[in-house]
């Protein structure tokens, strides 16, 4: 028994002590046609070139014509199974295919992945492979999580460097850290599960397959994807900025994670379906990027006139909140400014606010708008003066109550960038999943 | 655009041999000598929260497979908030010993990460051992901080809070994820 032990004990040592063949995880290498290329002339077989050898069923590769008519041949594995060749037939120039392909490595994992590619046309982005679902309220209650982290990161840090300037209490100060640092964590992690399920809707793939599913045609070649790599990485110094500013006591370090922040703001309304429509210019990605910033300063700053300053800071009360009072001036003329224009965009007739989903959803959101708008404007022309006058009135509910509006404000605006505006022009379509 | 993962994986173990030694320093000379220069007592935290940076960037490079994304993501999570912290517990911002569990929590979650990560048994092949191997200490050396909590003064924690790092680098440097190895172990074991 014991020497049984003593060599098996051996046997792993040197397993991991001597040097084999290295490799790594079963990942798609290349592929021909290119992944989400455009072709000149129809193809006639598929190939997908792995970085380790694969196990290939003649199901592995599958070539679907747009009404989901499968064109490929049984696959087969060559050049030591790390090529994967599928033979296709009947495609035709003018056309965009999709390929859905699944192998198993030699370390157990069986990965999965779609893609796309045209024949003398553009290939469609992933998401709108054939077989692609549509976006579901998962996809808007991400999108919504990821407005509200993101407010929370830029709210807070605006309050206090454009409105709380000088010395406060030091409980105060540290909120004003850990909040955003906590906030852009969160950024990060509800960014992650919004690009999974945006992949996930494309990839049609069982939650155990999912796990192994290619998510590199979607980082790679969408807008979102790009975005997504662009916010991880971003909201990740952002939170470093942050901890560093509350460790080492160098507050200065919040200026650049707020400007960092306002501008990876930029990745999330360009990664929108604003950016992709045919009549989307730079003058409207600005103002979708205006739009999305003053929105999240109100509504971060709201939270944390609510929930930071009030609680922890009696005495600076009334001029957090005049100081906010004047700035939310400023936010909301730049939110309805911005907010009329894409209207106007979007919309190509006035008819579609209530002949179209699209202009029936912006219409539910100008309604909550409008309710916010009047919460704040009691605010300003009521609680304002008396706080002024050196009263005392009785805010923090009220405050709360508006903050709770303004969430639903950004729930409204989550759904309406995931739905899709009517078009421009009579015939022409909307890339909506390229967002 | 993916590194290779050996590459990634030796310049994990390159760092994580540099913590355990940072740490096994102070375990051998003592907490008064090693910090008779300020700035050494700021090496680990800072190193921990700068590998979490890092693994940021490791993680957006990761997305060949969802797995690898999520959990790349949890290991610099769990970095950037451990490292984050133990740098506040040495600045005096937090005074609590109990913040040491802020540390087990993460080495708990990084072990999980290393074990969902891997759906294969133990002697399925090289990277599923070091897979298993790994998780499970992680998960153990959680025990360490915990400790530290508890028992702040006593050095077996600070030693096996240490040792687990140093061990850490081995294993990942030994990780070149060939598959066949134990594969054929499993049936020397089950006959």
């Known amino acids: 028994m014991m020497r049984r032990f003593l060599v098996l004990l051996a046997l792993l040592v040197s397993a991991l002590a001597v040097p084999s063949l290295a490799s790594g995880h079963v990942t798609l290498e290349s592929a021909t046609p290119e992944v989400q290329s455009s072709a000149d002339l129809a193809p006639t ?54 390929v859905r392909w699944r192998v198993s490595g030699q370390d157990g994992h069986s990965p999965a992945g779609v893609f796309t590619f045209g024949v003398g046309v553009p290939a469609p ?120 500013a509350w460790v080492a006591d160098l507050r200065v370090l919040r200026v650049p994670a707020l400007v960092l922040s306002v501008l990876l703001a930029s990745g999330i309304s360009l990664s929108g379906h604003q950016a992709t429509l045919p009549n989307s210019s730079k003058a409207s990605e600005l103002a979708d990027w205006l739009h999305l910033v003053s929105a999240a300063i109100w509504v971060g700053g709201l939270a944390a006139l609510a929930f930071i300053v009030w609680p922890s800071a009696p005495a600076l009360r009334a001029r957090a909140f005049l100081g906010f009072a004047r700035l939310a001036v400023v936010l909301v003329g730049v939110m309805v400014l911005a907010g009329a224009y894409l209207a106007f965009v979007r919309l190509p007739a006035v008819s579609d606010l209530w002949e179209s989903d699209y202009g029936r959803l912006l219409l539910v959101k100008l309604a909550i708008v409008a309710l916010a708008l009047s919460w704040g404007a009691l605010h300003h022309f009521v609680i304002s003066p008396r706080l002024e006058a050196g009263e005392q009135p009785r805010v923090r509910p009220s405050l709360v109550g508006e903050t709770f509006v303004a969430l639903a404000v950004l729930l409204a605006a989550a759904v309406l960038t995931n739905a899709t505006p009517p078009p421009a022009e009579p015939g022409s379509t909307v890339a909506r999943s390229a967002r | 655009m993916i590194p290779r993962p050996e590459t990634a994986h030796w310049l994990a173990a390159a760092f994580a041999l540099l913590l355990g030694l940072v740490l ?52 610099a999570e769990a970095a950037m908030i451990a490292g ?7 600045r005096g911002k937090l005074r609590s010993p109990h913040w040491s569990l802020v540390t087990a929590i993460a080495l708990l979650v990084s072990g999980a990460a290393f074990l969902v990560h891997e759906p294969n048994p133990w002697l399925y092949s090289r990277a599923a051992f070091l897979h298993h191997a790994i998780g499970w200490m992680l998960v153990a050396a959680a025990l360490f901080p915990i400790g530290q909590a508890l028992r702040p003064r006593w050095p077996l924690w600070r030693a096996g809070f240490a040792l687990t790092f140093i061990v850490l680098a081995l294993l990942l440097f030994a990780d070149r994820d060939a598959a066949p190895i134990f594969g054929r172990f499993a049936g020397v074991v089950a006959g």
């Open chain 1, 45 to 98: 077989q598929i190939l997908l070139r792995f970085t380790e050898p694969v196990v290939v069923s003649p199901a592995a590769i599958r070539v679907l014509a747009a009404d989901g008519t499968v064109l490929s041949g049984a696959a087969r594995a060559a050049a030591g199974d790390r090529v994967v060749i599928a033979p296709v037939s009947g495609l035709v120039r003018g056309s965009a295919y999709t």
């Open chain 1, 125 to 244: 982005p992933p998401t709108d492979a054939v077989g692609a679902g549509a976006m579901t309220w998962k996809d808007d209650l991400a999108r919504w999580l990821l407005f509200a982290s993101l407010a929370l990161v830029i709210g807070p840090l605006a309050l206090r460097l454009l409105v709380l300037q000088g010395p406060v209490p030091e409980t105060l100060e540290q909120r004003f850290d850990l909040i955003p640092t906590a906030a852009a964590l969160a950024v990060i992690n509800v960014g992650i599960v919004a690009f999974v399920l945006r992949a996930s809707n494309a990839l049609q793939l069982p939650l155990p397959d999912l796990l192994y599913g290619d998510l590199q045609p979607f980082a790679e070649k969408t807008r979102f994807g790009i975005a997504f790599l662009a916010l991880t990485l971003g909201f990740g110094v952002v939170a470093t900025l942050l901890l560093f």
């Open chain 2, 24 to 75: 096994l320093s102070e375990v051998i000379v003592g907490t008064q000598v090693f910090r008779r220069r300020p700035w050494r007592a700021y090496l680990f935290p800072s190193l921990a929260l700068c590998s979490g940076v890092g693994l940021w960037v490791i993680t957006i490079f990761s997305t060949f497979s969802t797995m690898h994304l999520v959990a790349h993501a949890l290991w």
């Open chain 2, 84 to 90: 984050g912290v133990q740098l506040a517990v040495v």
